[in-house]
């Protein structure tokens, strides 16, 4: 999808504040936020990502010419061929992953299904909900947002071959997980310029090299002094190992770019309204840099990680206590027709 608009800004700018009004009892719509397995709900989902009462890092240029060094040295290091190395979070994932948990190159995929349709449809509602503060029919207008963007076309096309049972069982998770988002997710005040599909890139070692990220939703104007930014990953699926270190990612190549670092990072599934964020402190950027670094080695690599085994920094194979996010409570699959289930949601 192309970028959309931002918010405009009104009666000025300011970063986004740490502290918030006291919130009311439950969600907006009145649905209790309270109980351990609640999804946060409004201001209590603001406050989660504002990460009230936790200190804002400042901006460290030494910081950040430690972390570019370690990139720097790894792009040197890996003999990769002429020609720009691109590094995102996905080619990063697959290039450390295990055979058994890597997953298809970019676009190599042919498989087009429930999931990733339910995915980008959801994606496209949730950046309206954003942008334009409501959303009408849920499977009519995400895909009016598809069908202008002609990357989708092929989708699109699966998504209108579909017959009227499938058709209902992917409009029905859509409509379900949009129904979430309408309860949950909070208005954003303009002032804090919510912002979606913003795309952040970092060039290393003069052009050898390029970061590359496309954040779902940031929020808050970027400072020079102290962190005044939030970026929040949105997904349709269920929580994978990997989408801390996808985090950590994000906010490394954010602090690479700007003067000051991001203060939060975050993972927002509309499947469940569940929410993980870590706030970003100068560890966190440490182990983003240095996966980044073996990540680069392996992409340099036509092979990248050959082992059959486990491989060090495979987030599937990590240890239970290494992986970032908490167990996610399960919903049935869509079911496109009697007795033919679709794989879960998983985009």
Do not use: N
Request: proline share 11%.
């Amino acid at each position: 999808m192309p970028a959309s608009k931002v918010v405009p800004a009104t009666g000025g700018r300011e970063a986004w504040p740490a502290t918030s009004p006291p919130a009311p009892a439950g969600g907006p719509d009145g649905v209790p936020t309270d109980g351990p397995t609640a999804p946060p709900t409004g201001r209590e989902l603001l406050d989660r990502l504002r990460l009230v009462d936790h200190p804002r890092p400042a901006g460290d240029p030494e910081l950040v010419a430690h972390l570019r060094g370690l990139l720097e040295t790894a792009v040197a290091s890996s003999g990769a061929p002429a020609g720009r190395l691109l590094v995102t979070r996905d080619r990063l994932s697959r290039s450390l992953a295990c055979p058994r948990h890597r997953r298809p190159p970019d676009g190599a995929d042919p498989t087009v299904g429930p999931s990733l349709a339910c995915g980008a449809l959801v994606g496209a509602l949730f950046r309206q909900l954003v942008t334009v503060g409501q959303i009408g029919e849920a499977m009519a207008d995400g895909l009016d947002a598809l069908r202008v963007d002609d990357r989708q076309a092929a989708l699109v096309a699966w998504i209108d071959q579909l017959a009227p049972p499938e058709r209902a069982g992917l409009a029905a998770e859509v409509a379900r997980q949009v129904d979430g988002l309408r309860r949950r997710w909070p208005g954003l005040d303009p002032r804090w310029l919510p912002r979606t599909q913003e795309s952040i890139r970092v060039v290393l070692a003069g052009g050898a090299a390029e970061l590359s990220a496309r954040i779902d939703l940031a929020l808050g104007r970027p400072a020079e002094v102290s962190a005044s930014v939030a970026l929040v990953d949105v997904t349709s699926g269920l929580r994978r190992p990997e989408h801390g270190a996808d985090r950590g990612f994000l906010a490394l190549v954010e602090a690479l770019r700007s003067p000051a670092p991001p203060f939060a990072v975050a993972t927002y599934y509309t499947r469940t309204g569940d929410l993980d964020v870590d706030p970003v402190t100068p560890a966190l950027l440490e182990r983003a840099a240095r996966r980044c670094a073996s990540g680069i080695a392996a992409l340099a690599d036509a092979d990248g990680a050959s082992s059959a085994g486990a491989v060090p920094a495979c987030a599937t194979c990590a240890p239970e206590p290494a992986r970032h996010g908490a167990r996610d409570r399960t919903r049935p699959p869509i079911v496109l027709s009697p007795g033919r289930p679709a794989a879960m949601v998983a985009a």
